[in-house]
């Protein structure tokens, strides 16, 4: 059964459409909504389910975007004005705070283990390959982790 709602900043986006595994979002959650800000870090055209909305209280997220990133400030700002959903953050400062404020957070890598444990992809191990082709930075015992947490041998 695929959760419901998802927020996911622009890191996961943009990593996951640069080694064409963009539909494995959508394989494991049934909504996927973007910020504007997000949408603009992203920068391309986006599948036409992914839902882009409106920040409500701007308020809040100008105190986010005093110590994160425009992106992940929004994210959380609509996760605030959301129920019962889950951010996609890759940035340790900015899953901290999500943590802090009890808001339900994972990560790319997360997002790859629930496809995987899910049977909605083959194989995690093959997409950490094309990932570490990538500039994106993980290190050897989270990657090692993960593809335990996906059922394979590392």
Same mark, same amino acid.
């Given at each position: 059964?695929?959760? !419901?709602?998802?927020?996911?900043?622009?890191?996961?986006?943009?990593?996951?459409? @640069?080694?064409?595994?963009?539909?494995?979002?959508?394989?494991?959650? +049934?909504? /996927?909504?973007?910020?504007?800000?997000?949408?603009?870090?992203?920068?391309?055209?986006?599948?036409?389910?992914?839902?882009? @909305?409106?920040?409500?209280?701007?308020?809040?997220?100008?105190?986010?975007?005093?110590?994160?990133?425009?992106?992940?400030?929004?994210?959380?700002?609509? !996760?605030?004005?959301?129920?019962?959903?889950?951010?996609?953050?890759?940035?340790?400062? !900015?899953?901290?705070?999500?943590?802090?404020?009890?808001? +339900?957070?994972?990560?790319?890598?997360?997002?790859?283990?629930?496809? @995987?444990?899910?049977?909605? /992809?083959?194989?995690?191990?093959?997409?950490?390959? @094309?990932?570490?082709?990538?500039?994106?930075?993980?290190?050897?015992?989270?990657?090692?982790?993960? /593809?335990?947490?996906?059922?394979?041998?590392?």
């Amino acid at each position: 059964m695929r959760d !419901a709602l998802v927020i996911a900043d622009s890191s996961c986006l943009i990593l996951l459409a @640069k080694i064409e595994e963009l539909e494995i979002l959508r394989s494991v959650y +049934k909504r /996927i909504f973007i910020t504007k800000e997000i949408a603009g870090e992203f920068g391309g055209e986006l599948p036409e389910w992914i839902e882009v @909305k409106e920040i409500e209280n701007k308020t809040l997220q100008s105190l986010f975007e005093e110590i994160l990133d425009w992106g992940e400030a929004s994210a959380l700002s609509l !996760a605030f004005e959301m129920q019962d959903c889950t951010v996609i953050l890759d940035d340790l400062k !900015a899953r901290k705070t999500a943590a802090k404020l009890n808001i +339900k957070v994972t990560g790319t890598i997360g997002v790859i283990v629930k496809a @995987k444990t899910e049977n909605k /992809i083959p194989s995690a191990t093959a997409v950490f390959e @094309k990932i570490l082709e990538t500039d994106f930075r993980i290190s050897d015992r989270i990657l090692n982790e993960a /593809i335990k947490l996906a059922g394979e041998q590392p």
